[in-house]
Nanobody, 115 residues
Framework: QVQVVESGGGSVQPGGSLRLSCAAS????????IVWYRQAPGRQRELVAL???????TYEDSVRGRFTISRDSAKNTVYLQMNSLQPEDTAVYYC?????????WGQGTQVTVSS
């Protein structure tokens, strides 16, 4: 059984930081590309950042320079370090593990940025 689990969400003030984690079991995690998405209320889900199995990274324009995606192969975990958080970053953040036609989602973790 495949499980993808996000953690690390919470509430922070503008300018604060959070680190999200995405861990998976039941798959050869290091052979999957990992994508972080987010969905704010009333908006479509959008790609935030991705890291390929080879370690290449891509960022959505609004988070580039503030967010960093990385993977720890030994721990089968991908991280999303989020700095300089702004209210517009408020959303549920989802992790997706993808390999060809295989795609597995976590349940999401809430990030709220508010003063």
């Amino acid at each position: 059984q495949v499980q993808v689990v996000e953690s690390g969400g919470g509430s922070v003030q503008p300018g604060g930081s959070l680190r999200l984690s995405c861990a998976a079991s039941g798959i050869l995690f290091n052979t999957y590309g990992i994508v972080w998405y987010r969905q704010a209320p009333g908006r479509q889900r959008e790609l935030v950042a991705l890291i390929t199995e080879g370690g290449r990274t891509t960022y959505e324009d609004s988070v580039r320079g503030r967010f960093t995606i990385s993977r720890d192969s030994a721990k089968n975990t991908v991280y999303l370090q989020m700095n300089s958080l702004q209210p517009e970053d408020t959303a549920v953040y989802y992790c997706n593990a993808a390999q060809g036609l295989n795609s597995y989602w976590g349940q999401g973790t809430q990030v709220t940025v508010s003063s």
